[in-house]
T-cell receptor, first 114, second 112 residues
C-alpha cells in the first residue's frame, strides 16, 4: 500500500516549456486534489476532482490544467511554465463522506522555472 | 472566503517546555479542523482531526482544542523534544467540495 505517489520529485523547466505532474493513489479514494506551497505559506488549492470524471477550480487555477484519468490517477499540466509557478506541488486524496475523513498527501514535486 | 491564520510564525523553545500554537479561521461553517506536521522537504502528516461537534482531541503529548463559535483552535505540545522540531500547519475543511484551507504554519524549533 503505497498511499499517494507523485512523479517526478524534482523538475527544472525553462520559461515557456510544458510538463505534466503525475499523481496516483491506491486507497480507492473518490476525491483528489492538487495544491501548491510557496515559501512561508500554507498550501493553496489549484484544482480538485470530487469524483472520477469531474474536475473543478480551486483558489489558484490560472496557468494549470488537470485530468482525472481514472479513479487512481490525477495529473496536473503546465502548458507554458512561468517563473511564478516555481513552487512545491502536493497531490492529496480523500474519501470525504464523514466529518472524520482526512486528506492523505504525497511527498511533493519541487518545480523550478527559470 | 475562508481564511486561516496561525500565530506565531516561528517559535524556538528549550527542550522540556510545554507550548501552545494558535490557529484562527474566519468562517465557522466547517466540517473539521486538522493539525498537520511538515518536516523540511517532506509531505504533510495529519496529527489530529477535530470534528466540528467536538471540543478537543488528544494523541500522546499533543492536545488540540476547537472553539468553533469564536473561530479558534490551539495545539498544545507537552514536554517538547528536539524531534518535535517541524512546521505545524492548521487547516479547516469547509465548502461543498470539502476542501482544505491552510494557515501559513508555525515553524517550531526545540533546542536540546
Amino acid at each position: 500500500n503505497a498511499g499517494v505517489t507523485q512523479t517526478p520529485k524534482f523538475q527544472v523547466l525553462k520559461t515557456g516549456q510544458s510538463m505534466t505532474l503525475q499523481c496516483a493513489q491506491d486507497m480507492n479514494h473518490n476525491s483528489m486534489y492538487w495544491y501548491r506551497q510557496d515559501p512561508g505559506m500554507g498550501l493553496r488549492l489549484i484544482y480538485y476532482s470530487a469524483s472520477e470524471g469531474t474536475t473543478d477550480k480551486g483558489e489558484v487555477p490560472n496557468g494549470y490544467n488537470v485530468s482525472r484519468l481514472n479513479k487512481r490517477e490525477f495529473s496536473l499540466r503546465l502548458e507554458s511554465a512561468a517563473p511564478s509557478q516555481t513552487s512545491v506541488y502536493f497531490c492529496a486524496s480523500s474519501y470525504p463522506v464523514t466529518s472524520t475523513d482526512t486528506q492523505y498527501f504525497g511527498p511533493g514535486t519541487r518545480l523550478t522555472v527559470l | 472566503k475562508q481564511e486561516v491564520t496561525q500565530i506565531p510564525a516561528a517559535l524556538s523553545v528549550p527542550e522540556g517546555e510545554n507550548l501552545v500554537l494558535n490557529c484562527s479561521f474566519t468562517d465557522s461553517a466547517i466540517y473539521n479542523l486538522q493539525w498537520f506536521r511538515q518536516d523540511p522537504g517532506k509531505g504533510l502528516t495529519s496529527l489530529l482531526l477535530i470534528q466540528s461537534s467536538q471540543r478537543e482531541q488528544t494523541s500522546g503529548r499533543l492536545n488540540a482544542s476547537l472553539d468553533k463559535s469564536s473561530g479558534r483552535s490551539t495545539l498544545y505540545i507537552a514536554a517538547s523534544q528536539p524531534g518535535d522540531s517541524a512546521t505545524y500547519l492548521c487547516a479547516v475543511t469547509s465548502g461543498s467540495a470539502r476542501q482544505l484551507t491552510f494557515g501559513s504554519g508555525t515553524q517550531l524549533t526545540v533546542l536540546p
